[in-house]
């Protein structure tokens, strides 16, 4: 019987800790998440040994991540992303192209050339497709402080973000979907795959954002619209999965943009929050503090650590700074903008969190990944401070 209830006290522990951690982090200046990261790491088998990962915390981990893809769905502004024009979507093009380059040549220089298509050179790929998200949320606040959000640079960072995380989500979906088809499909076939199911998800939810507007209309502001609209995440994260292998926090990004033009966004995205921010996402992000393990670590990998983080960095002021240059900004708002990109946070998480799903990913690569959101969110404010300092 104490076996079968253990559960709860590893949930109590768990949230506990992983609270006291995140508040701790929000105190010195770090991410919160990155608290709750180290409160998993602190628990788990790297550390205490506290609490062991169970299929149990697995599965709330899960419907974390599916409830914050579908958050970030929810927060997408259509009206921006049409507005923003070319400059920040060629900006986001380059910012995604070049990290994702950077990161296969970088993991293969580790451990190994590999011709296009072989395991290696998919994980290498995958490496490239953590390093490609954008986390903006530290830049939006650094730029707010020194009174230049609004600004054409600071406009074109966030609008550039934005675009960021919908290529992202389509480079994620695509590469998954070419490891995790076990060679019976094609490229071709992957591809029409994911078209498929962009092209079904979307024309099929012109009509459900249809129904939800008129059951909006209804009962505005009543609990029954966000436990629909959730319902409708699940299941179509449940059909991506299921009949176009494709990965699950792709279908709840899909629903959260289908309802992001609902009257009742805001309500529903709050109401969303209060599950996910109390249980879902610390299971999810302690979650990956209690996978990663310092077993492995050796002088490769501590060399990699580092060699992730300054490729990471360099590839986003290289990528999005050199295209910004070319659009006609000058050299100082060009940096501006590469330094504004170079914050990751949970979409690197979720990522991460995905390859090891599919065996893309060992635990021991998760280091770099929190190494890199740790180093980001500390550098990007410091850095952009300076660059805004008058001579």
Same mark, same amino acid.
């Given at each position: 019987?104490?076996?079968?209830?253990?559960?709860?006290?590893?949930?109590?522990?768990?949230?506990?800790?992983?609270?006291?951690?995140?508040?701790?982090?929000?105190?010195?200046?770090?991410?919160?998440?990155?608290?709750?990261?180290?409160?998993?790491?602190?628990?788990?088998?790297?550390?205490?040994?506290?609490?062991?990962?169970?299929?149990?915390?697995?599965?709330?981990?899960?419907?974390?991540?599916?409830?914050?893809?579908?958050?970030?769905?929810?927060?997408?502004?259509?009206?921006?992303?049409?507005?923003?024009?070319?400059?920040?979507?060629?900006?986001?093009?380059?910012?995604?192209?070049?990290?994702?380059?950077?990161?296969?040549?970088?993991?293969?220089?580790?451990?190994?050339?590999?011709?296009?298509?072989?395991?290696?050179?998919?994980?290498?790929?995958?490496?490239?497709?953590?390093?490609?998200?954008?986390?903006?949320?530290?830049?939006?606040?650094?730029?707010?402080?020194?009174?230049?959000?609004?600004?054409?640079?600071?406009?074109?960072?966030?609008?550039?973000?934005?675009?960021?995380?919908?290529?992202?989500?389509?480079?994620?979906?695509?590469?998954?979907?070419?490891?995790?088809?076990?060679?019976?499909?094609?490229?071709?076939?992957?591809?029409?795959?994911?078209?498929?199911?962009?092209?079904?998800?979307?024309?099929?939810?012109?009509?459900?954002?249809?129904?939800?507007?008129?059951?909006?209309?209804?009962?505005?502001?009543?609990?029954?619209?966000?436990?629909?609209?959730?319902?409708?995440?699940?299941?179509?994260?449940? %059909?991506?999965?299921?009949? =176009?292998?494709?990965?699950? &926090?792709?279908?709840?990004? #899909?629903?959260? *943009? /289908?309802?992001?033009? !609902?009257?009742?966004?805001?309500?529903?995205?709050?109401?969303?929050?209060?599950?996910?921010?109390?249980?879902?996402?610390?299971?999810?992000?302690?979650?990956?503090?209690?996978?990663?393990?310092?077993?492995?670590?050796?002088?490769?990998?501590?060399?990699?650590?580092?060699?992730?983080?300054?490729?990471?960095?360099?590839?986003?002021?290289?990528?999005?700074?050199?295209?910004?240059?070319?659009?006609?900004?000058?050299?100082?708002?060009?940096?501006?903008?590469?330094?504004?990109?170079?914050?990751?946070?949970?979409?690197?998480?979720?990522?991460?969190?995905?390859?090891?799903?599919?065996? %893309?990913?060992?635990?021991? =690569?998760?280091?770099?990944? &929190?190494?890199?959101?740790? #180093?980001?969110? *500390? /550098?990007?404010?410091? !850095?952009?401070?300076?660059?805004?300092?008058?001579?």
């Amino acid at each position: 019987m104490e076996d079968g209830v253990r559960y709860l006290l590893d949930l109590a522990i768990i949230l506990f800790t992983a609270k006291l951690f995140s508040i701790g982090g929000k105190k010195i200046g770090i991410p919160e998440v990155v608290g709750e990261i180290l409160a998993g790491l602190l628990l788990g088998g790297a550390v205490l040994g506290i609490v062991t990962e169970s299929d149990f915390l697995s599965k709330l981990a899960e419907i974390g991540v599916i409830m914050l893809m579908f958050e970030a769905g929810l927060g997408t502004n259509l009206k921006e992303l049409k507005k923003s024009g070319l400059k920040a979507t060629l900006i986001a093009c380059m910012g995604v192209l070049v990290p994702i380059i950077l990161g296969t040549v970088l993991f293969m220089c580790f451990y190994g050339f590999d011709a296009p298509g072989s395991e290696r050179f998919n994980k290498g790929l995958f490496i490239g497709t953590i390093i490609s998200a954008t986390s903006v949320s530290i830049t939006v606040a650094a730029l707010k402080e020194l009174g230049k959000l609004n600004d054409e640079v600071g406009t074109t960072i966030v609008s550039a973000a934005i675009i960021d995380d919908v290529i992202g989500i389509i480079v994620l979906t695509i590469v998954i979907g070419l490891a995790g088809n076990d060679g019976s499909d094609s490229v071709g076939i992957v591809l029409l795959k994911v078209v498929a199911f962009f092209a079904i998800a979307i024309g099929t939810g012109f009509f459900v954002f249809k129904g939800m507007s008129w059951l909006d209309q209804r009962f505005t502001h009543q609990r029954r619209i966000p436990i629909i609209s959730l319902c409708y995440c699940f299941a179509l994260s449940y %059909l991506a999965e299921t009949f =176009f292998n494709i990965a699950d &926090i792709t279908g709840a990004y #899909v629903a959260g *943009v /289908v309802l992001c033009n !609902l009257a009742d966004r805001d309500y529903i995205e709050r109401r969303i929050d209060i599950s996910s921010y109390m249980i879902f996402a610390p299971i999810f992000f302690a979650g990956i503090g209690l996978k990663t393990t310092f077993g492995s670590m050796n002088a490769t990998l501590i060399l990699f650590c580092i060699s992730f983080v300054i490729v990471s960095l360099l590839g986003k002021v290289i990528g999005c700074g050199l295209c910004a240059k070319a659009l006609g900004f000058d050299k100082k708002d060009s940096l501006r903008i590469g330094v504004g990109m170079m914050t990751r946070g949970e979409v690197a998480l979720i990522t991460a969190q995905k390859g090891l799903a599919v065996g %893309l990913l060992t635990a021991d =690569f998760f280091t770099p990944v &929190i190494l890199l959101i740790l #180093v980001s969110s *500390v /550098v990007t404010p410091i !850095l952009l401070k300076k660059l805004y300092r008058e001579p």
